[in-house]
Structures are given as C-alpha cells and as structure tokens.
C-alpha cells in the first residue's frame, strides 16, 4: 500500500530510483499476486489487483506495452465487424468500456475520432439497401452505447449524402461512393495508456519492473508459489526467486510459453493462442485530404484510415504469424496490400515514397477451428493450468478492464480472505483528475508559464494534469522547453521524463512508446536520436560508450526494419528484421556479443 504521506503522482513515478526499490522489494518479499507481462492486460490486472489492497508485483521482460500493446489501431472501439457477426455482448462489453476510458478513466488519452463509413456507388435500389444495412448497424451501435453503455462519450451518428461525405473527406473518388455514414469511436495513443495504468497500480504499491524476465517457475510439489526472473540490466547476476501467492500470466502471444515452462509435470496448456499480424502504415496529413476517418470492407479485414494528429494510420492486415514474436515484421507484400485496397477510394493513390512510418502487431486470438485468424473471436479466456498458475489471454484491447477484473477474481478465490469486489470503473488513471478543469484553462496556464497554448495542449493530451510536473522541469531547466531535433511537435522534456519517471530506459523506449517519434517522421527517429540519447544520458547517469550503444543499436534497428519491409514475403521480412539483436540481454541468452554485433 501507498505511504499516505506520499502523493499518488509521486508514489506512481517510475524513476531509476525507484526500480532499484523495487528489484529489492522482488528479491525480500512474498507477494500476493505477481503479474508476469507488461502489456495492457497485465498493467491492469496489477492495477485492479493493487486497487483491492493485495500486495502486488509486475514484472516484463522489455518494456511497458513492447509488444502488441503499443502496435494497435490507436482505437478504443466496440467493433462494428462484431456487431454484424452477431457477438452483441462483446460489442456491448466494449462500448461499456469505452465510455469509461473516454469519460471517466482516462479522459485525457482517450478522445472521439468521427470515421465514415463509405456507401458504395451502385443503382438506387442497391444504394437504399446499403444505407439501411449499415444505417441500422450504426444506429445499434448508438444504442448498446447510450442505452446499455456506461457514459456515452461520444456523439451519435449521422447520415451523409455524396457530396456531404466528399465535404468532408475530399480525397474520396467521387465515383466510388453514393454517400456516407459518420460514426464516432475513440481514439488513444495505446502505449501511453499502459504507462499510465502502470504508474496508477504503482501510486497504489505494487512493484512495477521492466527488464526483467521470467525464466521459469517456482514449485513445491504440483503447485506454482514464484518465479525465477533474470534482470535483463545487469545480465552478469545471477538470477534470483520472486515468490508470491498466486502467479498471474497475462503474456499475449506468449501465453502457450508459460505452460510449456511446466511441461516436465505434464501440465497442458488448456487453450492454444494464436498470433494474427496486423500491419499498419503512417502517412503525413497532407497526403490525404480529410477531416474524419474511414472504414472501409477489404477480402481479409476491415481497413481504417485514421486522423492521427499531422498524420493518418492506416491498416490493418489480418494474417496467422509464426516467426518470431518479438518483432513481427511488415513485408513489402503487406505494404502493398494497404495501399492497393485503401487506394481503391482514394482519388490521389498513395505510393511507398508517401510512407513515414511502418508497424507490425500480434494479435493474441484464442485459437479455434477457423481456417482464418479473421474469424476467430476476440474473447478473453481465464484458466488455471496448474495450482497458483493463472493465465489469462485473448480479448481486445479497449476491454483490457474486464479481462484484468476477471483474472483477479479468480486469484482471489484462491487467496480466500474478504472477497473485494473490483472497483477499477471507479478510480480514474494518473493524469485524469481534473482534467476537464485543465482543459479549460490552459490559455491561462500558458500565460503563466511562458509557453504557447499549443504546447499546453499537446502536454494535456499526452500527461493530463500530469502536465504540471513536465512545466515544473522546465522552469528548472529552460533548456528542457526546445523542440526535439528532428521531432519539433515533441519537447525536450518528455525525453527527460520518460527516465525519470515514466520507466524508460533504453533510447527505443522513449523514441518508439513514450513518443511515437520511430513512426511518425521519415527518418523513422534516427534525426533524433542523438539529442533524445543526451537527454537520457543526462538522466540516467549514461557514459559516452552507453549512449554510443544505444544510438548504434536504434539505428541498426531501424535499418532492420526498413530491408524488411522491402522482402517479398514474411520468411525473408522476418530474417531481415532478427538479424539485429535486442537491446536488453536478450543476445547474451543466445551467445551473441551485442556490442561486437553491432
């Protein structure tokens, strides 16, 4: 629990400090419930468990949201695709939570983004039907919101005619659609979400370490009471035991890995997960000419074309992946997928030399009887393999809430005790109170702090009233206030406080989820990296070899990324990608010199 003395801000910082205290706390203590994974689901499950006053540990072998966590569409939707299959308590489940996040949780990361659903052109008959198969399905969807929904959040849909949706989207070929139906959803910076989860169930005690892998499981007799964890920072000592009441594995795509870890009693996993890629591109606005985004029906998935600040996002692919897990890799085959199907509707068709940014994400899927990752279901499944094992996996992003509440649930039927209810709907994330508040004063707060309302607002809509603390550092250090080389829409600042309190600890954590830097500029960071490597030097207490390090080792990764996304097809994109080995230790598991490597 949280030293009431302490502020919740202060107590949720993730600061160096702080993971030395923490990697302490592993090492002496029992835990009541140790979370292994530090993506969405895991962060809030160590939140809801810490919210219930247990005694709480996480730890994640890379980096908070490294996977799929911070590779998504950047939506907090309930899914039309599900609606009009019919799996109506899931669309319901999830536009339950996107009220929350969007009202309540984390008002200042979660915010509507209006989308169009383009009316295909065809003769007046099929053009009526059109409208009334999709006007009903957008209108349910208003309805499990405001009706079923906690919190709308967002405003209610509206019809649009040809030249109504051409208004406001001109780049639509005026011959492809007869119309156009907008919609809102919400949109979030997903890996931003998982920090501030994190920090949040730190505020409240739990032990919250990145860098640290498991590397298989404590037992006495047929029941799991720990792990063994290897600090990926200080890869020359040894590893040591966590132990904890109830081990809580909410790992993804890696889910199958954790049963396996107990394979030698003859523990089987109980449900298989499967790893769909999805392949996003990251356009300049310019590019485009729009002010919602698009939805739009491919063979294989459901393509958005998504607003994304002075950008649009546009993806995704849905295809079974079976290489490596750590860094899905987009081919040149998935690029030309994207571009071929959103420029069917386009009257300007994008080409590779309009792509800023390329990512790749893994969806963990429960694995079923379907020939196609697309058709199967993006529910959530608890089980317990073995005594003091949870594993929890499947679901979607938008309802990480729910998943986590359950899997807690269930660990608290094996602690006994109180039963404590999960209240995780009621406590807002760091950063959203009074937001609303801040929001509508952050002309005034500009005026204070001799900085431009734009800045204001960009910080309010990454850090919410969070935002004081980066103000702070900069009337300490004026210098912190000059735009980033190569990135001026970032503040020095952010770098900063990405170490000291936001858990980064490696030059791709800042430039890849603190910021989206790595995506969101041509140069894919590399600009950048030298001035963000200062600051996390200064930090960090780096020496000139470490950030030669790590600015050798973005720049090979990034040079990875870009030849593989010119290979014709996964088996090559993924060789080209894994030639460059992890930053965190991972190479010294397989007998590779980083440095030499490099």
């Given at each position: 629990m949280?030293?009431?003395?302490?502020?919740?801000?202060t107590?949720?910082?993730?600061s160096?400090?702080?993971?030395v205290?923490?990697?302490?706390?592993?090492?002496?203590?029992q835990?009541?419930?140790?979370v292994?994974?530090?993506?969405?689901?895991?962060?809030g499950?160590?939140?809801?468990?810490?919210?219930?006053?247990?005694?709480?540990?996480?730890?994640?072998?890379r980096?908070?949201?490294?996977?799929t966590s911070s590779?998504?569409?950047?939506?907090?939707?309930?899914?039309?695709?599900?609606l009009?299959?019919?799996?109506?308590?899931l669309?319901?489940e999830?536009?339950?939570?996107?009220?929350?996040?969007?009202?309540?949780?984390?008002?200042?990361?979660?915010?509507?983004?209006?989308?169009?659903?383009?009316?295909p052109?065809a003769?007046?008959?099929?053009?009526?039907w059109?409208?009334?198969?999709?006007?009903?399905?957008?209108?349910?969807y208003?309805?499990f919101?405001?009706?079923?929904?906690?919190?709308?959040?967002?405003?209610?849909?509206?019809?649009?005619?040809?030249?109504?949706?051409?208004?406001?989207?001109?780049?639509?070929?005026?011959?492809?659609?007869?119309?156009?139906?907008?919609y809102?959803?919400?949109q979030?910076?997903d890996a931003?979400?998982?920090?501030?989860?994190?920090?949040?169930?730190?505020?409240?005690?739990a032990?919250?370490v990145?860098?640290?892998?498991?590397?298989?499981?404590?037992?006495?007799?047929?029941?799991?009471?720990?792990?063994?964890?290897?600090?990926?920072?200080?890869?020359?000592e040894?590893e040591?035991e966590?132990?904890?009441?109830?081990?809580?594995?909410?790992?993804?795509?890696w889910?199958?890995?954790?049963?396996r870890?107990?394979?030698d009693?003859?523990?089987?996993?109980?449900?298989r997960?499967r790893a769909?890629?999805?392949?996003?591109?990251?356009?300049?606005?310019?590019?485009?000419?729009?002010?919602?985004g698009?939805?739009l029906?491919?063979?294989?998935?459901?393509?958005?074309?998504?607003p994304w600040?002075?950008?649009?996002i546009?993806?995704?692919?849905?295809?079974?992946?079976q290489?490596?897990?750590?860094?899905?890799?987009?081919s040149?085959?998935?690029?030309?997928?994207?571009?071929?199907q959103?420029?069917?509707?386009l009257?300007?068709p994008?080409?590779?030399?309009?792509?800023e940014?390329?990512?790749?994400?893994l969806?963990?899927?429960?694995?079923?009887?379907a020939?196609?990752?697309?058709?199967?279901s993006r529910?959530?499944?608890?089980?317990?393999p073995?005594l003091?094992?949870?594993?929890?996996?499947?679901?979607?992003?938008?309802?990480?809430?729910?998943?986590?509440?359950d899997?807690?649930?269930?660990?608290?039927?094996?602690l006994?005790?109180p039963?404590?209810?999960?209240?995780?709907?009621?406590?807002?994330?760091?950063?959203?109170?009074?937001?609303?508040?801040?929001?509508?004063?952050?002309?005034?707060?500009?005026?204070?702090?001799?900085?431009?309302?734009?800045?204001?607002?960009h910080?309010?809509?990454?850090?919410?009233?969070?935002?004081?603390?980066?103000?702070?550092?900069?009337?300490?250090?004026?210098g912190?206030a000059?735009?980033?080389?190569?990135?001026?829409?970032?503040?020095?600042?952010?770098?900063a406080?990405?170490?000291?309190?936001e858990?980064?600890l490696?030059l791709?954590d800042?430039l890849?989820?603190?910021?989206?830097?790595?995506?969101?500029?041509?140069?894919?960071?590399?600009e950048?990296?030298?001035?963000?490597?200062?600051?996390m030097g200064?930090?960090?207490?780096?020496?000139?070899?470490?950030?030669?390090?790590?600015?050798?080792h973005?720049?090979?990764?990034?040079d990875?990324?870009?030849?593989?996304?010119?290979?014709?097809?996964?088996?090559?994109?993924?060789?080209?990608?894994?030639?460059?080995?992890?930053v965190?230790?991972?190479?010294?598991?397989?007998g590779?010199?980083?440095?030499?490597?490099?």
């Open positions: 949280r030293d009431p003395s302490v502020s919740r801000n107590a949720g910082r993730l160096p400090i702080r993971r205290a923490d990697l302490r706390r592993l090492r002496d203590e835990f009541d419930v140790l292994v994974g530090g993506g969405v689901t895991g962060a499950a160590a939140l809801d468990a810490a919210s219930r006053g247990l005694k709480v540990a996480l730890v994640e072998a980096d908070l949201a490294a996977g590779r998504s569409s950047k939506l907090i939707h309930g899914g039309l695709r599900y009009e299959q019919l799996e109506l308590h669309v319901h999830a536009l339950t939570e996107r009220g929350l996040l969007s009202t309540r949780l984390a008002p200042h990361l979660v915010r509507p983004v209006p989308i169009l659903v383009p009316l052109a003769n007046p008959a099929a053009r009526a059109h409208r009334g198969y999709y006007g009903l399905g957008v209108a349910a208003d309805v919101a405001g009706v079923f929904g906690t919190g709308r959040g967002m405003p209610l849909h509206r019809h649009l005619s040809r030249n109504g949706a051409r208004h406001l989207f001109p780049s639509l070929r005026a011959d492809t659609v007869a119309g156009a139906i907008r809102y959803d919400g979030v910076d931003r979400l998982v920090v501030n989860l994190a920090r949040t169930a730190a505020s409240l005690g032990a919250v990145t860098s640290a892998r498991v590397t298989g499981f404590l037992r006495e007799a047929r029941e799991v009471v720990g792990v063994r964890v290897r600090d990926l920072e200080s890869p020359d040894p040591f966590v132990r904890a009441r109830t081990v809580v594995a909410a790992t993804g795509v889910s199958d890995d954790m049963s870890m107990l394979s009693v003859g523990v089987r996993p109980g449900m997960v769909s890629k999805g392949v996003h591109l990251v356009v300049p606005r310019s590019a485009i000419t729009g002010e919602a698009l939805i029906r491919t063979p294989t998935s459901v393509l958005f074309v998504l600040g002075g950008h649009w546009i993806g995704t692919t849905d295809t079974d992946w290489l490596d897990r750590s860094h899905p890799a987009a040149a085959r998935d690029i030309r997928y994207i571009l071929d959103v420029n069917t509707v009257d300007r994008l080409t590779t030399d309009d792509i940014g390329v990512y790749a994400g969806r963990p899927l429960l694995a079923g009887e020939d196609s990752t697309s058709k199967l529910e959530h499944a608890v089980f317990e073995m003091g094992l949870i594993l929890v996996a499947g679901g979607k992003y938008t309802t990480y809430r729910v998943m986590a509440a899997v807690i649930d269930r660990a608290m039927q094996r006994g005790g039963r404590r209810a999960s209240h995780t709907d009621q406590l807002p994330l760091l950063g959203a109170d009074g937001y609303a508040a801040a929001w509508r004063d952050r002309q005034d707060t500009a005026r204070r702090h001799g900085v431009t309302t734009g800045v204001i607002e910080l309010l809509e990454r850090y919410g009233t969070l935002s004081v603390h980066l103000l702070a550092m900069i009337a300490a250090d004026p912190l000059a735009p980033l080389t190569g990135a001026p829409e970032y503040l020095a600042a952010e770098v406080y990405a170490a000291l309190a858990g980064a490696h791709d800042v890849t989820r603190r910021t989206r830097i790595s995506i969101e500029t041509s140069h894919r960071g590399t950048t990296m030298e001035h963000a490597a200062k600051l200064d930090a960090l207490g780096w020496d000139a070899a470490v950030r030669e390090r790590e600015i050798e973005y720049r090979a990764r990034v990875a990324e870009r030849q593989s996304q010119t290979m014709p097809d996964d088996l090559t994109a993924d060789a080209a990608r894994v030639g460059v080995p992890d965190r230790g991972f190479a010294a598991d397989r590779i010199d980083l440095v030499a490597d490099l």
